[in-house]
């Protein structure tokens, strides 16, 4: 097998429900150049044989896909991620259109792999998944009939960054590269337990405070440097750490 | 049923060899805006379930499609046409990546339907229906793997000509808009057979002449006007109507 040339962009299904979708979907990103399909909890056990069939020549793809119990698992490595939707939200999320959406992505899987996420065909994803995106990718469709089917839609995303890979990206390269998920999530719970600690969040009684924290915090993509910066003021400021200076 | 607002952008599937496909582009193009789809001598009759099953509720655009015999009835109101190939091909046939055909398409498309066609599945296009093209939109693919799905391929340039229509195009509307393909059929008929008059064409051994014309022709689109010079040009010389002047 040759090496893929291909940025590390990463294809995530959500709770896939059509296998047929599954094989298409592999396909689809093949055909421009990528290998990575993840399936997140799919509705049917993988691989199923319609798969097979609508995968064409790039079983290769579909054999490979890594199956994972949680996003949060099939992203944690991830430096960007984005999430694709079909409805606009009201929520005030950071949106992108196919083009924007390549363009960031290619110029961040530079330093780490990227993650662009497709919720299941009836559901699309929800708040819990959101949590964990830097972004929404709108692709946008005819306002009475918008229901683009999965694979199609990968198909668009897929292409979208291949074109956006043979397009001059002035930008330098990022001093330091985006912080992980993994490493993200795990500032998102420090910065939950600290905010307990202070008194500030009442467990029994969160509200929506950490949602809006992640929101914040995701729409700025800190590198590895601010998550570290971020990190050790949280130790410093945390009031269960805080030794009572000596007299 | 509402007026569809979005340009006349007709795609064509040329012998189209799988009923899925042709139902899962009338989905890729309803989805962004599109409602003309045409068959031309589709292998299996149509419409078949699976056709109807995979057009999910675009079922409206496939039992619409109309179905012909030959492109040259499929494209004959147009005034662009393009035709849609996975492979490069070595002949000097204009050539246009998906943004900039669509570009032309909807600029073109304000003054007549403009045509994308897409070959068999196995097959592609040939040269006879090259013949009927202005030009070549070629998709960008994996080197290694090209193989593109007949519905994804109409998705990627549903999807192109869907944005195209939200760019502002600069440039102003034509002084006379494109002729139709039929009279460029027309035309070329003409343009045979005066030559043939004039000796210059062998009917016996035809070479290459008059394919090349006609990509000359296509790729400079002729108007209405330049149309009809030509016309004027080519009585005005056509030796088996040339009136001997008088002593």
Known sequence: MTQP?????????????????????????????YHELVLVKPEQQHPQAESRARSSNARDVLLNARVTETLA???ADCGLVFGASARRRRLNW?????????????????????????????????????????????????AEYSSLNLASAVQ????????AEDIPDPRPEPESPNASSEDIELFYSHFEQVIVNSGFLNPDNPRNLMRRVRRLFNRVHLDENELNIMRGILSSVDPAKRVEPRD
Not at 5 to 33: D, E, T, Y
Not at 156 to 163: H, K, N
Request: net charge negative.
């Open 5 to 33: 040339s291909a940025a590390p962009i990463r294809f995530v299904l959500f709770q896939p429900s059509h296998p047929g979708n599954i094989g298409a979907a592999a396909r689809a990103i093949k055909v421009m150049g």
């Open 73 to 75: 698992e099939a992203v």
């Open 94 to 142: 950071p949106e992108y259109n196919p083009r924007q959406c390549a363009a960031e992505a290619i110029h961040a899987a530079a330093t780490k792999p990227v993650a662009i996420v497709f919720g299941n065909e009836q559901a699309g994803l929800t708040n819990d998944e959101l949590n964990l995106c830097n972004g929404l990718v709108y692709i946008p469709t005819d």
């Open 156 to 163: 668009v995303l897929a292409y979208e960054c291949r074109v």
